[in-house]
Structures are given as C-alpha cells and as structure tokens.
C-alpha cells in the first residue's frame, strides 16, 4: 500500500511558475512508477508527466514540454513536478499516481495506476 499527498497547488497569473511535490508512504517507493495527471472541469482526466521507478525514463504531454519537468527523490520518497510559463489552459486539479512496476518505461494511461493522492488545484489566471 501506498498513500500519496500532494502540495504546493494555488492561484498564480498567467507565466507564473509553481512546484507541486507530492510524497509518498511506505519503504518500497523506489520500486514505484510515478504520474502526474491533472483535470480540468467537464473534460477527461490527463497525463501530464510520468518517471520510470529509476528516473531514467521521462514522459510528458507535448503541450507541457519544455515548461513542466518532473523529477524524483527516492531517498524522500517524493515526486515533485515545476511548473513553469504556466498558462490559463494549465488550471486543473492535479494528482499523482503510483504503481509498483520494474519497466523501464512509466505507464502512461491513468488506468494503469493503483494508487491515487487527494490532488491538489492549480489555478491561472490571464
């Protein structure tokens, strides 16, 4: 089992930046992949970036690139996602997933994710 907290979400204005770090529970996170996901109201829940268990492999939505990174810190047992040059389209309630897999490769589909943090709601304003 694993839990997972999020933080860091508010009300910025348009090319703003924000961190969100969401941290995990229990003794077994370096074997985790990790999501970040996000959705806004009436629309389908996205990916936003995803980290393979090692960090080696790095995923993120083609609108994000170059703005958004995600990094990991296995020794804290945590996942953090900069948000930079944030725009209106960016405003959605974001969550971090996790799932215990060995790919080398983070699933990139929010159904292949067991376990799913509160979410935090990032907010920009034009």
């Known amino acids: 089992q694993v839990q997972l907290v999020e933080s860091g979400g508010g009300l910025v204005q348009a090319g703003d930046s924000l961190r969100l770090s969401c941290a995990a529970s229990?003794?077994?996170?370096?074997?985790?992949?990790m999501g970040w996901f996000r959705q806004a109201p009436g629309k389908e829940r996205e990916i936003v970036a995803a980290i393979s268990w090692s960090g080696n492999s790095i995923y993120y939505k083609d609108s994000v690139k170059g703005r958004f990174s995600i990094s990991r810190d296995n020794a804290k047992n945590t996942v953090s996602l900069q948000m930079n040059s944030l725009k209106p389209e960016d405003t959605a309630v974001y969550y971090c997933?996790?799932?215990?897999?060995?790919?080398?490769?983070?699933?990139?589909?929010?159904?292949?994710?067991?376990?799913w943090g509160q979410g935090t709601q990032v907010t920009v304003s034009s």
């Open positions: 229990g003794r077994t996170f370096s074997r985790y992949a």
């Open positions: 997933a996790a799932r215990e897999i060995s790919s080398v490769v983070a699933p990139r589909s929010g159904n292949e994710y067991d376990y």
